[in-house]
């Protein structure tokens, strides 16, 4: 970008307080949004990957480390958590929030000084103010924000990157060439989504420097990207002998959205649902990177078995990928900001995907046309979406892609509204035309998962009268009566209050159709015992041992038990086929 051009050039003082205020508007609107979820059950019990981040977090604060097995997710943002645990001197959810929202506020702080610098090149000034207030009342990166997940860290790392990587342009400064690769790595260590934006920024940033003076700028950028990286990377190649940047499991998450079976797969619900998918790797290896590379192999083989049902299911995400619904993946916040909920202004705010798209494409549709260093935001917010249509379509990738598309939508609306090009109305009609089609009703909100989430809430808060009174009319809605989740919960709160006919009566639910579930078969055979059924307990501990992995404890109460019940022919052949079981202490 042109440095007579600067971000820094004199702004007039009505455009310094109107950043100003945007800035004030987003501290409000965070601080109200906090308050009113701090008064939820959500507050107090993270939920799915919210959950996992924050034992890993917990464990490295204590000291111990979540890790050996692998990187599932990457260990970037709980070694963040657990860094500002050391900060506060405690673990607390509310602190974290409170720091999340900071870190909205410095994306928005971000995006205006992105804006501005674009709006100088193209004689709009207050292109930043409006690409920040649309990002003030866009409900969805607030939400994840309130959250303990990782959004609200990459998209500041990755905006203050950009904005780095812009004035490193402007001033060709090595500095600041580093810097911005540094941060942009950082959001990458802390979400592998942004590898695809980081290569797309150096290759634009290539193709504009490559004969001029500051070629070695893209260089000093990419290794700013790599330095974050570094860690990882070494560690998987030490102890695993594996080149992967950041985490394992972006095998299961390409599966997951590349397979015939797509449809389903994508929409699985976590817990038992996704838990036995999950199994279907090799259940006895605990090595992520074994797990990682099953998945991969499994996807490429079915896609090479049916390749017109692969680039059908590729088509079939594109159009799901630019859609204004909600995709639900683990979490669904329209739950959250139902009528009924603290958080329902949330949802009421404008700054939704299907109003913000059509706009973007005519901001693209402009800078496309200028072939410019400004059609780098193009490329970057095209890297920045294709993992929703390379993976899964879900929320948590798309809020990757709300700075760019706030930017861009504010270019587009002036160019709407001051311009009114023939071309840019076609652009609008066909944004809206895709962003409203009606799509899989499976991504319509479901009553009966807010329930479901509710009741799990419950659970954890010890209200289990509420739990069970939630989970019971989960199931008896049409489509749930199965439901493995509801029944496993059902069933370990009548095994509280030890009324084993129904504890067995739920628990068989989820055996028929998860037979091989371990923590369900352990309850199964414990409530079979105490119910008097010894011969059922037995049966069900069989089952519980010859599940893969190290079952020793359940061999040991298993083979006792079978002595009790004169069973003793059995017990000496598992002892035979288990030396390990055999050598135990407490059958000797």
């Not at 920040?132 to 790392?157: I, N, Q, R």
């Not at 035309?433 to 479901?446: F, K, N, Q, S």
Request: glycine share 8%; charged share 20%.
């Amino acid at each position: 970008m042109d440095s007579r051009h600067s971000a820094t050039a004199d702004l007039p003082p009505r455009l310094r307080w109107a950043e100003g205020g945007v800035l004030l508007a987003a501290l409000a609107v965070r601080g109200i949004a906090l308050a009113d979820f701090e008064t939820t059950l959500a507050a107090e019990h993270p939920m799915v990957d919210a959950y996992t981040y924050w034992q890993q977090a917990q464990s490295l604060f204590a000291g111990r480390d979540p890790f050996a097995e692998g990187y599932y997710q990457p260990p970037a943002y709980p070694w963040l958590l657990s860094l500002w645990g050391g900060w506060f001197g405690e673990m607390s959810l509310t602190a974290v929030r409170r720091v999340q929202l900071l870190l909205g506020i410095v994306t928005t702080g971000c995006i205006l000084q992105l804006g501005r610098a674009l709006g100088m090149r193209l004689g709009l000034p207050w292109l930043g103010v409006l690409a920040g207030g649309l990002f003030v009342l866009s409900p969805t990166p607030m939400l994840f924000e309130l959250d303990v997940l990782t959004p609200a860290v990459t998209l500041a790392s990755s905006t203050a990157g950009a904005m780095a990587f812009v004035r490193a342009w402007q001033r060709e400064s090595a500095v600041w060439a580093i810097l911005g690769g540094v941060l942009v790595g950082f959001a990458c260590a802390v979400h592998p989504t942004y590898l695809l934006a980081a290569v797309a920024a150096a290759l634009a940033w290539v193709v504009h420097v490559r004969h001029t003076p500051t070629w070695w700028l893209p260089a000093l950028f990419s290794l700013g990207v790599a330095a974050p990286l570094l860690p990882t990377t070494e560690h998987n190649a030490r102890q695993f002998g594996v080149f992967e940047l950041v985490s394992h499991n972006g095998g299961l998450n390409f599966y997951l959205g590349n397979n015939p079976n797509m449809r389903e797969t994508a929409f699985l619900r976590p817990g038992l649902p996704f838990r036995k998918l999950v199994l279907e790797a090799d259940p006895a290896s605990r090595i992520l990177p074994e797990r990682n590379a099953y998945w991969w192999s499994r996807a490429r083989s079915e896609a090479m078995a049916s390749p017109v049902a692969a680039l059908a299911v590729l088509g079939a995400k594109a159009v799901w990928s630019v859609n204004d619904v909600e995709i639900p993946r683990n979490e669904d916040y329209r739950c959250r900001t139902a009528a009924d909920q603290p958080l329902h202004w949330v949802s009421r705010l404008p700054g939704r995907f299907g109003l913000l798209f059509p706009l973007a494409l005519i901001g693209a549709w402009t800078l496309v046309r200028r072939r410019d260093e400004t059609s780098w935001t193009v490329a970057i917010w095209a890297a920045l979406h294709s993992p929703m249509v390379l993976f899964l379509v879900s929320d948590r990738y798309r809020v990757a892609t709300w700075p760019v598309l706030v930017l861009l939508g504010s270019l587009g609306l002036f160019v709407l509204v001051r311009q009114r090009q023939r071309m840019a109305w076609g652009w609008l009609a066909a944004g809206l035309l895709v962003a409203w089609l009606p799509i899989d009703g499976r991504t319509a909100m479901d009553p009966a998962w807010c329930r479901y989430q509710e009741a799990n809430l419950q659970y954890m808060g010890g209200d289990r009268q509420s739990a069970k009174e939630g989970y019971t009319a989960v199931v008896a809605q049409d489509g749930w009566q199965d439901d493995m989740g509801a029944h496993y919960w059902l069933g370990r709160l009548a095994e509280s209050r030890k009324d084993w006919p129904e504890t067995i009566e739920h628990l068989d639910v989820v055996l028929r159709q998860f037979p091989d579930h371990y923590p369900t078969l352990k309850a199964r055979a414990d409530a079979s015992y105490y119910a008097g059924r010894k011969d059922e307990c037995a049966d069900h501990l069989l089952r519980a041992y010859r599940v893969p992995g190290d079952r020793t404890s359940t061999g040991v109460k298993l083979v006792k038990l079978l002595r009790r019940m004169g069973r003793d022919e059995e017990a000496r052949t598992l002892l035979a086929a288990d030396p390990k079981l055999a050598a135990h202490p407490k059958l000797q």
